[in-house]
């Protein structure tokens, strides 16, 4: 169902504490709404009871004190769900109060007010009034966690990695575990950095240093309808055997130009061989250098003729969201949108590309990118869908359900369905391209020549 999906907004979330402390009250007058009701009930079953030898009377006194049992049932969840909602803007509030005392000068008078207020919080929170104990508190809860990211990347890098190896490679499990472990102990570093302020800088271009010669092959070219929507994308990710990346020519009104690349995930867990889609290729862009299956995406839309300044829209799974990502860094081709599927990275993109970052809270290769960054991410219209694909736990997670682009593609379909304005912000692209005159889909192989 659509209701299983979480959607928000990427970048930094804004909370209204004063909504929550709104809602809160609303609930518990709701709650005291439900209780004058109850009382009533209470009396009313008992002038049923009163009436002496009727059967039905006693029937109908049992599913009155029933009801009556129920509302006050529910009252209690409205007053649990009100004192929830005030610990969660209380929290909210403390988390700004701490980062804005972090930026007062001490001894100041916005500096003692604001600990005078984390007094105030941190007792109705956890009953600690002094300030060192209430931000040490707080620190440790885990709400400021994200800026702790590295030691909880490589936590789930060694999750992620050490599944994917029994998955896919067992003889090399324990070599490909430490190889992403190393790649995520320096990879948090480098998004650390990259990803300090709102204002963080893309570079222009991103460094090419692989060294890997790589051919691509096309396949077939074949006319096709155009791509209507998030399922239909990702079916289109998983091309015939052999192909690694289509691309589709969207010849629109006019003589403008359109182009949608999909790009596959990991093909093989070889650490080397002709295969680029392949664990070195992984280790290599999970670190932040080029690989061979970026190469191949860049030799694939050089082939189709791809011109600059035309638009780009890129949708990939996996690894593939991994190229897709940096070819949308380096700027060497206009990519306006960037749709990925259990992407084991996330990193900082330039405010004209819209980025829909798509992954399954049980997919151990999106774990791999730990919390998603803090700052804005891309163009305002990005957002960021989680779901939980394969709640039952079972012998069968070894092969990664959660991480398959079949349940990726009953993810695309919820989406599809969704009524949420900012999946629906999306809509304006699948109209534009679906008025295209022509679309041309070429599917390519790829090889690497060189080791």
């Not at 299983?4 to 990427?10: K, N």
Request: contains cysteine; proline residues 6%; charged residues 20%.
């Amino acid at each position: 169902m659509a209701d299983d999906l979480v959607i928000r907004s990427s970048g930094a979330a804004v909370i209204d504490t004063g909504s929550l402390r709104g809602a809160a009250d609303d609930g518990r007058a709701v709650a005291a709404r439900l209780r004058c009701m109850d009382a009533p009930l209470d009396a009313a079953a008992g002038f049923i009871a009163s009436v002496p030898g009727l059967r039905q009377a006693r029937e109908l006194q049992h599913d009155v004190a029933r009801e009556a049992r129920r509302i006050e049932a529910l009252a209690e969840d409205c007053e649990r769900l009100s004192a929830a909602l005030d610990q969660a803007a209380d929290l909210y509030e403390l988390v700004e109060v701490h980062s804005a005392w972090q930026l007062t000068q001490p001894g100041g008078a916005e500096h003692t007010a604001l600990e005078s207020r984390a007094s105030v919080l941190g007792t109705r929170l956890w009953g600690i009034s002094r300030p060192d104990a209430v931000f040490d508190t707080l620190v440790r809860s885990g709400a400021l966690s994200a800026r702790e990211e590295g030691a909880a990347l490589r936590a789930q890098a060694g999750l992620g990695a050490a599944m994917t190896g029994g998955a896919v490679a067992l003889p090399f499990g324990l070599a490909l575990a430490a190889g992403v472990q190393f790649a995520a102990t320096r990879a948090s570093s480098v998004r650390e950095g990259a990803a300090r302020g709102p204002g963080a800088s893309v570079p222009a271009r991103v460094p090419r240093a692989s060294g890997d010669q790589v051919a691509v092959t096309p396949l077939r070219r074949v006319h096709v309808a155009p791509v209507s929507g998030f399922a239909d994308a990702a079916k289109r990710i998983s091309g015939p055997d052999g192909s690694r990346i289509r691309v589709e020519r969207y010849a629109m009104p006019g003589g403008a130009r359109e182009w949608v690349v999909y790009v596959t995930g990991t093909q093989s867990a070889a650490l080397g061989g002709t295969e680029p889609f392949d664990m070195r290729s992984n280790l290599a862009l999970f670190d932040g250098q080029d690989a061979a299956s970026s190469a191949a995406v860049r030799a694939a839309l050089a082939d189709a003729g791809v011109a600059p300044g035309e638009p780009v829209h890129a949708v990939a799974h996996s690894q593939g969201a991994m190229v897709a990502e940096r070819l949308a860094r380096e700027a060497e081709y206009d990519i306006e949108t960037l749709v990925t599927f259990g992407a084991p990275t996330t990193g900082p993109l330039s405010a004209d590309v819209t980025a829909v970052t798509i992954r399954h809270t049980d997919d151990p290769v999106a774990a791999l990118a730990g919390p998603l960054p803090t700052t804005e991410r891309g163009a305002p219209g990005g957002f960021v869908v989680e779901r939980l694909a394969d709640p039952l736990p079972g012998l069968h997670d070894i092969t990664m359900p959660a991480h398959a682009l079949t349940s990726y593609v009953d993810t695309g379909t919820l989406l599809d369905t969704s009524q949420d304005p900012r999946v629906r912000g999306v809509d304006p692209l699948w109209d534009r391209l679906g008025r295209a005159e022509s679309v041309r889909a070429t599917e390519y192989a790829a090889q690497r020549q060189s080791r």
